[in-house]
Every structure is written in structure tokens, then in C-alpha cells.
């Protein structure tokens, strides 16, 4: 069974921000990656086809595929995690998300779809974006 991972994007303010951030990593990798302490025990479910989710500014508003789980010591000896993404950023239909720390599991059938190739997220703040939705004027 295939199992995704949600996050918030810490530091980005924009899916261009998130863009830019994973271009710079990949000067120098050949995918992007993302650092953490804790490794997610459910780690071959997660590789069976499961993505990260990133929140921007309150609201899941994109995901990347997940190709690899590497752990191991940082440079001070501590264990540390790598994630490794496929460099596709996917946008999906934005649903608001309220703050919280490290990363959760999420079923797949608790994601959000992908957009239509080629549709753009919503700029409108999210408490807005949610109502016209929910009143089906959107």
C-alpha cells in the first residue's frame, strides 16, 4: 500500500520560492533533497509510489515524488534522514492546512488531485478560496 508524506515548506513563501530552492540544490545533486531528523518508519510504503506534499502558506498546494530514503550520521555524528525527490514539482487542488511540526502520513485518499497539466493554484488567500469552493462558486 502506497502512503504519502505531508510537510510544511518551511522558509518559502511562494511555490516559485520552493522552485528556486530545489534548482540551487541541484548545482550540485542530481535530485533534490530534503534533510530531517526523525526517519519515517513506514519508509517502504512511503517508496511504493508515495510523494511529499508541501504546504505554502497555509494551504497543500503541491507534491514531488518520493525516490529514495537514505539515513545515516550528519557530519556531527547525529542520525539524520535524506529525502530524495523526483525534481517534477506537481501542483494539486489547493486545500488549507493548519501549521504543524515534522512531517505526517497521508493516505492516499486523503490527498488532494493534481491539477489539469497546464492549470495554475489559486492566489487567492486560502479562507477565501475554501468558501467559494464550499459554496460551489468555484
Known sequence: MTIHLIKLCVGAETLEDL???QTR???TLPNPVHH???SPKRAEEVLAGGSIYWVI???ICVRQRIVDI????DETGRSMCELVFDPELIPVTPRPKKPFQGWRYFKTGDAPPDLNPGAKASDLPVALDTALKDAMVW
Open 25 to 27: 540544490q541541484m548545482k
Open 57 to 59: 502558506r497555509n494551504r
Open 36 to 38: 530531517t531528523r526523525m
Open 70 to 73: 537514505r539515513t545515516g550520521p
Open 19 to 21: 522552485e528556486a530552492w
